[in-house]
Structures are given as C-alpha cells and as structure tokens.
C-alpha cells in the first residue's frame, strides 16, 4: 500500500499545516471540496456544503485510492486528528488497509443473519450430525425451533464478532429465568407451542448456540467460539422407572382400553415400546418391510443413531404378527386417511394417563424401565445398548443377516419378564442370570437338544 493523493484533487486548497484557525477559515462551496496538509502527506480536511468539516486520509491498497475519515472537526481536534492520521499511516505502512476494515466493521454479520445462513444449510442437509450425518427432519425443527424463541430474541441484532463468553452466559440465565417465555402458533390447525425455557432448555439451546458459532468459524466470519468452556446447569436426568406393581397396573390399563374402538391402537402401541424399549417416534413410524419376521429384529432405516437393527422378544414379535393378519398401508401401526402413522398417541397418552396412578409417566419412562430392567436381570450394558439403540451398541450394519443367539436369547428375557408383569405376574427374584440352578437347567436343556437333534430353544432365526 502507497500514500497518495487522488489527482482529480489537485485542484484543492493547500495549506502548510492543519490547524484550529485553518480549518474554521477554510470557505464553504456549493460542493464539498479538500484542503490537504503539506506537513503530513495524504492527511486532509474535507469541507461539507453543509459547513461541517472532518478530517481523512487518503492511500492507495491494491491499485485503488481509498480514503479513511477520521471524524469531524468539533469531535477531533486538528492537533487529535494529525495523531490519530499518523497511527492510521503508520499501518497502511505495514500493509493494513484501515477503510476495509472499517467498512467489514460497519457491515459485520450480525446473529441474526448467521442464523439465517445456518438454517438454510440446516435445511438442505449440509449441517451433520451424529456420525456425520444430515441432522433428521425432526432434529432439524427442533433446532430451528429454538433458533426463533431463543437466540434470535435474545441476540439477533448483537454482531457475531462482537459476542463475549459472559453475555452467552447472560444468554443462558435468561432462559433458564423464563424471560423467553411465550405462547405461539404453530402451522397445524389451532395449533399453538408454549415456550418456557427452563435449565434443560438453556442447557440444549447454547449447546447449540455453540454450534452454530463452529459454523460461524468454518465461514471466516469469526476465530474463536465465545461458547466454549460456559458452564451449563445440571437439570433433572429423566431418571424414573416403573416398578414391578406399576407395570402390573400398566398391564391392567392397556388391557382395559384395548376393548375400546378410539384407544386400541394405542394400547398397542404402548405395549410395543414397552416390551422393545424403543423410542416412541421409532414405534409409531414403524413400517412393515422393517419388521423382519425370520430374523426377530427391527431393522430400522432411519432411527435416531441412522440405521439400526433391534432384536426384539417373542411377545413384541407376536404382537407384530397378530396385528399383520389385517395389516393395511406401509405402516404397523397406520393413522386415518392417506397412507400414514398414527397421529393419535401423544393428546390419548395425556387421557390415559392423567389422574391416574402412573401421572407423570411418559413413554420415554417406558424406555428407561426396560433398560433398568434388563440391567436387573443380569445383562451387560453392551448388551442393552444393542437392544435399545444406543450408539455405544447399535447394530448399523446392513449385512447383517442373523443376529447373535446372546442378543435374542436377552430380548426374549427381558420382553418375556415384562410381558408377565402386565399380565399380573409376581416374581420372587429377578436375578436368575445368576442362578445356579437355572443355568445348570437351561444348559442341560441345550446338550440334550442338540443330541437329539431337536429345534434348539436357542437359535439363528
């Protein structure tokens, strides 16, 4: 970069220096026009129709004049503006270009706009996720969700480079206040999402906030991530389990609803993800060509892992069964109309279940009860993780034919002990993994089998 002065200027007034008393006697024009410092080169003083006046300096950055303002007389003193037109020299000398700067500076993105970019990559699947896939749609709604009731309210206008780890922090306490409390309208029809906040919601939202300033770095708008090392609250781990009375009332429940036209369905869908311990999106979204009938598993196109095999017990397997005899459309469990999943279970849930002795349960309880249970029962955490999808033990592989006779022998166990309960089942111990006895049994069983060559009760289906 070269100090310079733009020849279409030559015309301007000259003065040997810039003072107080130059600058208040220079004339006002009809046009504005510039008085140049011969003391200091390119440092000048610009006078305004208006009157006003403000001083600049002028260089030359990759072949093009640029001018800086410093500000304007009145604010500046001439003596101020000669020393703050000396720094800015001084940088230009060292290859920075100050009007860029200044002008990235006035224009730099503000929260709000990142945001925008980061939806409309979010939406067409350029924002990976787990195992570094595409977020899922329902992933992908949740996070635009909290994007428009949280970060953008609370720091839409503030710029991206401007944002310091204590205002995220401020960020997260208000959440957590509630002080982005509302009530909106959703697309469905009389729908409406009430927004409350909360520690796990402030806890989720800059989590994501976090990524969304990774995302920030990744496009050179900023260096470092302000949410880095904010520590969030510890809200209350969803940690509740049915008994084995409030499985026997469970029991009792379904099979009184299930004589009912409106709550059949969900009779059975609340039994299907209590005896798999799937997620209830994975139930309800179920279709047939993923139920494999031979192989006794679920095999999942598009679970919350991606793609996902789930053995599952014979009371799930024969539940499924019993419902394929009058299957209908793609799906296990369809909804009304058009070719779709029941829609029905989360507004039949909170009948059921309010004011009734299991108030509270949600089916994600029904999750966590079966992998408690299973843990109960003697099984290994790698053992349950593949039974409920964990990423620590899914099954993903699409070559997988046959399952272990280890992972179907559990899923038999643990639905078989559940299915029990909700029949009114009472067991005196849940340890029998560790029964002398019945291993001695079980075992003796196998070897007699297999001299006979009989069906084994254990085998490769």
Request: a positive charge; glycine letters at 10%.
């Amino acid at each position: 970069m070269a100090l310079t002065r733009n020849r279409t200027d030559l015309r301007a007034n000259a003065v040997p220096k810039l003072t107080k008393r130059t600058v208040e006697a220079a004339e006002v024009h009809t046009k504005d026009y510039l008085i140049w410092d011969e003391e200091l080169p390119c440092f000048g003083l610009r006078v305004y129709p208006s009157g006003k006046r403000s001083y600049l300096i002028q260089y030359r950055s990759r072949g093009r004049s640029r001018r800086y303002t410093i500000g304007l007389h009145g604010v500046w003193t001439a003596d101020e503006a000669r020393q703050e037109a000396r720094v800015q020299i001084g940088r230009v000398a060292r290859g920075d270009d100050p009007a860029e700067e200044r002008e990235f500076d006035r224009n730099a993105m503000t929260v709000r706009q990142l945001c925008e970019y980061y939806i409309r990559d979010l939406d067409a699947g350029l924002i990976l996720g787990k195992g570094g896939r595409p977020k899922r749609r329902s992933t992908v709604d949740i996070d635009i969700g909290r994007i428009q009731r949280h970060i953008i309210p609370l720091l839409g206008t503030r710029r991206v480079k401007d944002l310091t780890r204590a205002e995220l922090t401020k960020v997260m306490r208000d959440i957590m206040a509630g002080r982005t409390r509302l009530v909106m309208k959703t697309k469905k029809l009389r729908g409406k999402s009430i927004v409350k906040g909360g520690p796990g919601t402030a806890t989720r939202t800059i989590g994501l906030l976090g990524g969304i300033l990774t995302y920030a770095i990744e496009l050179g708008v900023i260096e470092n991530n302000p949410a880095h090392g904010i520590k969030k609250p510890r809200y209350n781990v969803r940690d509740r389990r049915l008994t084995e009375s409030e499985y026997r009332i469970l029991g009792g429940m379904l099979a009184e609803i299930a004589e009912s036209d409106k709550y059949r369905i969900t009779a059975e869908i609340i039994r299907a993800i209590a005896l798999t311990g799937c997620r209830r999106s994975e139930i309800i979204g179920l279709k047939w060509q993923e139920v494999d009938f031979e192989g006794s598993c679920l095999r999942l196109a598009d679970s919350k892992e991606g793609r996902s095999i789930r053995p599952i017990g014979l009371p799930a397997l024969e539940l499924l069964e019993k419902r394929r005899v009058d299957a209908v459309g793609t799906f296990v469990f369809p909804g009304y109309g058009d070719d779709n999943p029941f829609g029905g279970l989360p507004n039949h849930w909170a009948q059921l279940f309010e004011g009734s002795p299991l108030a509270g349960v949600t089916p994600h309880v029904l999750r966590h009860s079966f992998a408690s249970l299973s843990n109960d029962l003697g099984f290994t955490e790698v053992t349950i993780a593949a039974l409920i999808g964990h990423a620590k033990g899914s099954i993903t592989s699409r070559y997988i034919h046959t399952l272990d006779a280890t992972l179907i022998l559990a899923a038999d166990s643990i639905a078989g002990y559940i299915d029990s309960l909700l029949k009114g089942a009472k067991f005196r111990s849940t340890s029998f993994a560790f029964d002398r006895s019945a291993r001695r049994a079980a075992l003796d069983d196998f070897l007699t089998r297999s001299q006979s060559q009989q069906p084994l009760a254990i085998s490769n289906r």
